[in-house]
């Protein structure tokens, strides 16, 4: 399986998740536009460590909820890495509250982050792949899109908003030969979770029929084969990266 002379744009690529898909990606020979919000600092570390190994990286700030920042982003992959082969929508946040005490803020910016920005990158991205006749479109949701979570509805809703725009956008691009693919992470090791407190982790941990978190590696060695040549059968599917959880 190898990745050379590709181009991926990860979003929220500085840290957890889609920084090892970054690394992944880049070992198997592609290059790679980094996408962070704030931490511009925490973003060129991870393109440096690209970098050492030998492929292109670059550092793109920009909020992905908004639209014309994601234009921009998809505009300055293309002319500094020549093409855009593989988008990643990694991006996420969670503002998690009890449905009666959430505030219409936390439903709508969770919504933006999550999902508007969805929309945003695979139709500024899309324009480009189905001229090429190509293109892998990889979406981050959550086993939470599935089973929905107490205290999560807004996250939830973003998660499984991703399910069905992607089966509808996979279904308009096949003939483009555009894929589209869900990863739906269960439990994994990131500051996202790292939020959560002994006890709340403790339960989890105990549905886990292979009882251990997931690590961010094991979401990024689904990404890889996804942006492979190996994974060109499918598209419009949700895989499951959850140790069994979901079963
Ligand atoms: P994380 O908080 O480390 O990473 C999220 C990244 O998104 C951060 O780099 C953050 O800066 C970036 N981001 C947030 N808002 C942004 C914006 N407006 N514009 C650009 N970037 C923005 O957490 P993670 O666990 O690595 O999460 C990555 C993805 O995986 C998220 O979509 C998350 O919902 C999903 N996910 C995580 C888990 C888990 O257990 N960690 C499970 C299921 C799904």
Not at 47 to 56: D, L, P, S, W, Y
Not at 65 to 85: A, F, H, N, P, Y
Not at 92 to 115: A, P, Y
Not at 166 to 183: G, M, P, T
């Amino acid at each position: 399986m190898n990745l050379i002379g590709k181009v991926a744009l990860i979003t929220g690529a500085s840290r957890g998740i889609g920084r090892a898909c970054a690394l992944k990606l880049a070992k198997l020979g592609a290059d790679i536009a980094i996408n962070c919000s704030k931490n511009k600092a925490l973003a060129e570390e991870a393109a440096n460590e690209i970098k050492n190994i030998g492929r292109k990286a670059i550092v793109i700030q920009a909020d992905v909820s908004k639209q014309k920042e994601v234009e921009l982003m998809v505009e300055t992959t293309i002319k500094q890495l020549g093409s855009l082969d593989i988008l990643i929508n990694n991006a996420g946040i969670t503002r998690d509250s009890l449905l009666l005490r959430m505030k219409e803020d936390d439903w709508i910016k969770v919504l933006e982050t999550n999902l508007n920005s969805v929309f945003f990158t695979t139709k500024a991205a899309s324009k480009y792949m189905i001229r090429k006749r190509q293109g892998r479109i990889i979406n981050i949701s959550s086993i939470i899109g599935i089973a929905g979570n107490i205290g999560q509805a807004n996250y939830a809703a973003s998660k499984a908003g991703i399910i069905g725009f992607s089966k509808s956008v996979a279904k308009e691009l096949a003939s483009r030969n555009v894929l589209v693919n869900v990863i739906a992470p269960g439990f994994i090791e990131t500051d996202m979770t790292d939020a959560l407190n002994k006890q709340q982790k403790e339960i989890i941990l105990s549905s886990i029929p292979l009882k251990r978190y997931g690590k961010p590696e094991d979401v990024a060695n689904l990404a890889a084969f996804l942006s492979s040549e190996e994974s060109s059968y499918l598209t419009g599917q949700v895989i499951f990266v959850d140790g069994g959880m979901n079963m």
